[in-house]
C-alpha cells in the first residue's frame, strides 16, 4: 500500500496483494478480463432462470482461472516469519486440491453473484450440518419422541380399567390417553404428533420453492427458519407438567416445521455450489457433467458425516447430563409439587435437558455459515408478482409438465416411498425399545447415539465402495436400501424365534446397521435426485423433494400408529416397513438416469421459451 505522501498517475499500475497465493493483482494490466467479466455480470443480472445457470459458469470459470493464474504467478508460496523474527519459507497452497481462499475471491469477485466456490464457504456448509443434525438424531427422532409418549403416559389411564392411574414404568404396559374423547395409546400419540407435523410441512413448503430460487435471501430464509426452530426447542424445557402434552406436541410440530422449511434452502444450496466448485470449474468440458456427479455426491457424503458427527458429540454432552439429572432423588425439587408432578420426576425433565443442550449446541454452530455462506440469487421475481403466489403457481405449472420429466418424479415416488420407512424404522425402534423392552433413559441415549455415530463412518465407507468399484449413484442406492430390508425381516422373526429383537443387547448390533446404512441412503438419494433437476431451478426442485419427503413422512408414523392402537403391539409395524422398503427398491430401479438428465435439458429449454412468451404477451 502507498503511503499518504505518495500519488500515483494515471500510467502507474495499482498493484493489490492476493495474500493468499503470494502474488500481486496488477489492476492496469488486465483491463480485457476485467471487461469481459464486467458484461457478464450485467448479462447476468439481466437474464432468465435459464440463461443465468450458464452465464453463472461461465463467470466462475473465468475467475477461478484468474485465481490460478495469480496462484501460478507466486508460485503458490508465503513468507512468514517464526517467534524469533527469522523468516521462513511457509509451505505451498495449492488452490488446485483446497480452493480458493475466502477473502482473496471477495477482493477479485466484488459485485459478482456466484463467485467460485471457497474452501471457508465450503467447510462452513459442511459445518452448517454439523450444527443441526443434533436436532434430527437428538431430538425429534429420541428425546422429543420419548418426552411425548411419557407426557401422555403421564396424563393417561390403564387400559382395561380408566380409573387408574397409567404406570409406564413397567415394560409392555398398556395405557391409553384421552384425546379430545378418543382414547390413544401414548405410544401412538407420538406418532401422530409426527404425522401432523409432516403434513403441515407438505403445504408450508410449497410456498417455499421461489423463495429459495429469486432473489437474495436464500441465505436468510436459510438460518432465520433454523433459529425458530432453535427456539421451539429451546420453549420445550417449560413444560412442567403431564397435563401440557398438548402444548409439547404442538412445539415439536413448529419445531420441525421451521426445522425442515431451513433444510428446503440448505439442500438447494448442494448443485448450486457443485457448479461453481474448484474440480468443476477446472475439469474440461467433455468430462464437466461426471465431475459434476462425483462433486455433489462428495459434498452430500461430506456434509451427512459433518451432521453425524455433530450429532455424536452433542448426544456426548446431553447424554452426559441427563445421566446426571437422573441421579437425583425425585425429593430433590423435581417431584411432587415440585417443578413436575410426581408420575414424570427427573426422567422427563432430565430428556428436557438434553433438547435444551442441543438446541444451544446448533445455535452456537450457526455463527460461521451465518459469516461465510454466501446468497447465491438468481433474478428477482417478475413484477407483480409475490413469494408465495409465485411458488403456488409455479409448483402447480411444474407438475402439470410433469409428463415432460417422468425419471424426476419417478425418483419423487421412490424418495416418498424410501423417507417414510427409513424414518419410521427409527422412531418405531426407540418407541419399540422403550415400551417393549422396558429401555431405561440411559439406554436408550446408548441405543440412540449408535446410529449417528456409525452413520459418518458408514457413508465415509459406501463412498470409498462407489469410487473403488466405479459404480454409480443408482446402484449404490438400491444396494443400500436392499440391506436396510434386513432390519424389518430380523424384527419380525421375534414372534416366532427365541431371537429377532427378543434382548435388548440385539437392538445395539441392529442399530449399528441402521446407522451404517441411514446417512449413505439419505445422501446417494440426495445427490440422485439432483442430477434430474434443471438447473437454475434447484429451490423449486427441492422444495419438492421436502414436500415429498415430509409429505409422505406422515403416512408410516400413521399406520404404525393404528396397528398400535388396534394390536397394543409395536413389532406388527415391522411387517409394514418391510414392504415399504421393497416397494422403494423397485421404485428406484425404474429411474433412467441419464434419460432424466435429457429430460431437465429439455426443461430448462422450454422454460426459457415459455419466459419469452410469457415476457411479449
Avoid at 492496469?28 to 478480463?33: C, I, V
Amino acid at each position: 500500500m502507498a503511503s499518504a505522501g505518495n500519488s500515483n498517475d494515471a500510467s502507474t499500475p495499482v498493484r493489490t496483494s492476493i495474500s493468499g497465493y503470494g502474488t500481486n493483482l496488477d489492476d492496469a494490466g488486465r483491463t480485457n478480463s476485467e471487461d469481459t467479466m464486467e458484461s457478464l455480470r450485467q448479462s447476468e443480472a439481466a437474464s432468465t432462470t435459464t440463461s443465468t445457470a450458464k452465464l453463472v459458469r461461465r463467470s466462475a470459470i473465468m475467475h477461478y482461472e484468474r485465481l490460478l493464474d495469480l496462484a501460478t504467478a507466486g508460485d503458490c508460496e508465503t513468507t512468514d516469519t517464526n517467534k524469533s523474527g527469522v523468516s521462513k519459507k511457509a509451505k505451498k497452497y495449492d488452490i488446485r486440491r483446497h480452493g480458493p481462499l475466502h477473502k482473496d475471491i471477495d477482493q477479485l469477485c466484488k459485485g459478482v453473484a456466484h463467485p467460485p466456490l471457497s474452501k471457508e464457504e465450503l467447510n462452513a456448509f459442511y459445518l452448517f450440518c454439523g450444527a443441526v443434525e443434533p436436532l434430527v438424531v437428538v431430538v425429534f427422532t429420541a428425546l422429543s419422541t420419548v418426552v411425548l409418549q411419557n407426557l401422555a403416559a403421564g396424563a393417561g389411564k390403564e387400559a382395561a380399567d380408566h380409573s387408574l392411574t397409567c404406570n409406564y414404568t413397567v415394560p409392555n404396559y398398556q395405557c391409553v390417553t384421552n384425546i379430545a374423547g378418543a382414547w390413544v395409546d401414548p405410544s401412538s400419540f407420538s406418532l401422530y404428533t409426527t404425522a401432523s407435523s409432516v403434513l403441515c410441512q407438505a403445504v408450508f413448503f410449497i410456498s417455499l420453492g421461489a423463495l429459495a430460487d429469486h432473489g437474495a435471501i436464500r441465505k436468510k430464509f436459510m438460518l432465520g427458519f433454523m433459529g425458530l426452530a432453535i427456539l421451539m426447542c429451546f420453549s420445550l424445557i417449560a413444560i412442567r407438567d403431564s397435563s401440557w402434552f398438548l402444548a409439547a406436541a404442538i412445539l415439536v410440530i413448529l419445531a420441525q416445521l421451521t426445522f425442515g422449511a431451513s433444510f428446503t434452502f440448505y439442500n438447494s444450496y448442494i448443485p448450486v455450489l457443485s457448479a461453481v466448485h474448484w474440480d468443476v470449474l477446472a475439469a474440461p468440458d467433455e468430462s464437466r457433467a461426471k465431475v459434476y456427479e462425483a462433486t455433489m455426491n462428495t459434498i452430500s457424503s461430506i456434509s451427512s458425516a459433518y451432521g453425524y458427527v455433530g450429532a455424536v458429540c452433542c448426544f456426548a454432552v446431553a447424554g452426559g447430563s441427563i445421566f446426571a439429572l437422573q441421579l437425583l432423588p425425585v425429593s430433590s425439587g423435581f417431584g411432587d409439587n415440585g417443578f413436575f408432578d410426581g408420575s414424570l420426576g427427573v426422567q422427563t425433565f432430565s430428556m428436557q435437558c438434553g433438547i435444551f443442550i442441543a438446541a444451544t449446541w446448533a445455535l452456537i454452530g450457526l455463527y460461521f455459515p451465518a459469516k461465510y455462506i454466501r446468497n447465491r440469487p438468481y433474478e428477482p421475481l417478475p413484477k407483480g408478482t409475490n413469494y408465495i403466489a409465485y411458488s403456488w403457481k409455479k409448483i402447480y405449472h411444474t407438475v402439470k409438465r410433469a409428463r415432460l420429466m417422468p425419471n424426476t418424479f419417478r425418483m419423487l415416488l421412490a424418495w416418498f416411498m424410501l423417507s417414510d420407512a427409513i424414518s419410521t424404522v427409527g422412531s418405531t425402534t426407540i418407541l419399540f425399545a422403550t415400551r417393549n423392552m422396558g429401555f431405561t433413559s440411559t439406554e436408550i441415549l446408548v441405543l440412540a447415539i449408535v446410529a449417528p455415530l456409525t452413520a459418518a463412518g458408514g457413508n465415509y465407507l459406501w463412498l470409498r465402495v462407489q469410487r473403488h468399484f466405479d459404480y454409480s449413484t443408482k446402484y449404490m442406492l438400491m444396494f443400500l436400501i436392499s440391506l436396510s430390508i434386513l432390519l424389518p425381516i430380523y424384527g419380525t422373526l421375534g414372534f416366532f424365534l427365541p431371537f429377532g429383537l427378543r434382548a435388548k443387547w440385539e437392538l445395539f448390533p441392529a442399530g449399528i446397521v441402521y446407522g451404517c446404512l441411514l446417512g449413505a441412503i439419505q445422501s446417494f438419494s440426495r445427490v440422485m435426485y439432483g442430477e434430474l433437476i434443471p438447473r437454475g431451478h434447484e429451490g423449486e426442485f427441492f422444495s419438492l423433494y421436502s414436500i415429498t419427503d415430509k409429505g409422505s413422512s406422515w403416512f408410516g408414523p400413521l399406520i404404525v400408529g393404528a396397528i398400535t392402537d388396534a394390536t397394543h403391539e409395536i413389532r406388527y409395524g415391522f411387517i409394514f416397513l418391510f414392504f415399504m422398503l421393497l416397494i422403494s427398491v423397485g421404485c428406484v430401479a425404474y429411474v433412467d438416469v441419464e434419460a432424466g438428465r435429457r429430460e431437465a435439458e429439455k426443461f430448462n429449454k422450454d422454460d426459457y421459451e415459455l419466459s419469452n412468451l410469457d415476457s411479449s404477451t
